[in-house]
């Protein structure tokens, strides 16, 4: 069930009768006897679904004195004067279906604006829910990913060796450079041996069993320690120990 909404009323209009429309050039209100208007009451614009009907009723009773439905706006059911923001032409019908045109005319032109926004923004609103319906009944389109006709695809590929390096670009930038520094000379994992020390005399110096002459500790450096010294046990550690030598 629709409910009947009001969209704008007006206390006080003023209805006039029109002569016929003399060529295309539209309606003028300055050709209407605009200080005796035919009749005066209120005006109320109500919205029944989609439908949109002006209504004149008296002041005091309400009592219905003509009806206008309205279709579309502008349309014909109702139309802006040619010299003036204040008055419209409105075709009004009756139960049997007969219908004439008269003036409508209001004492302020805020009336008027209101009138006008209300009539677009019920117009708006009717034809969003006709785009809603209508998408509701239209089959949805199925997005289309596959190559159109002479449509090609350009791919960028990496091409990755099997020691793990990169190889060269497909233009032909920085051509051999593969980003690996080069392993430091001598061999990876090499330490160089620390310099020999000279040995002072009477040092004791503990070698190990085949290690040839010319990797021992020369004699004569003072930075070697008198092992023979240290302790007063110097006849002890010869006798217990003959990998010893004495330099």
């Known amino acids: 069930m629709e409910y009947e909404s009001v969209l704008i009323v007006k206390p006080e209009v003023f209805i006039y009768k029109i002569p016929p429309r003399a060529s295309n050039r539209g309606y003028r209100a300055a050709d209407w006897n605009l200080k005796e208007p035919t009749w ?21 009773s309400g009592a219905l004195f003509a009806n206008c439905p309205i279709d579309t706006y502008p349309g014909v059911a109702i139309e802006a004067v040619s010299d003036s923001s204040r008055y419209f032409v409105i075709r009004v019908q009756d139960d049997n279906g007969r219908s004439a045109f008269l003036g409508l005319g209001f004492g302020d032109r805020s009336d008027s604006f209101d009138l006008n926004v209300a009539l677009q923004d019920h117009f708006k609103w009717v034809k969003n829910q006709e785009q809603i319906e209508k998408e509701k009944t239209e089959p949805k389109q199925e997005l289309d990913l596959g190559f159109k006709e002479g449509e090609t695809i350009k791919i960028n590929m990496r091409i990755t060796k099997k020691d793990g390096s990169d190889g060269p670009s497909r233009t032909g930038k920085n051509k051999g450079n593969s980003g690996v520094l080069p392993p430091p000379p001598g061999g990876l994992g090499k330490i160089a041996p620390p310099p020999a020390a000279a040995a002072s005399p009477g040092a004791t110096v ?12 020369s004699g004569g450096g003072s930075e070697w320690t008198d092992y023979a010294s240290a302790g007063g046990n110097q006849g002890q550690q010869n006798s217990a120990n003959a990998n010893w030598v004495q330099f």
């Not at 009451?41 to 009723?57: P, Y």
């Not at 190990?208 to 010319?214: H, I």
């Open 206 to 217: 503990r070698t190990s069993p085949g290690v040839s002459p010319a990797h021992r500790p």
């Open 40 to 60: 005066t009451g209120r005006m109320r614009l109500v919205a029944k679904g989609t439908a949109c009907i002006l209504k004149l009723e008296d002041k005091a």
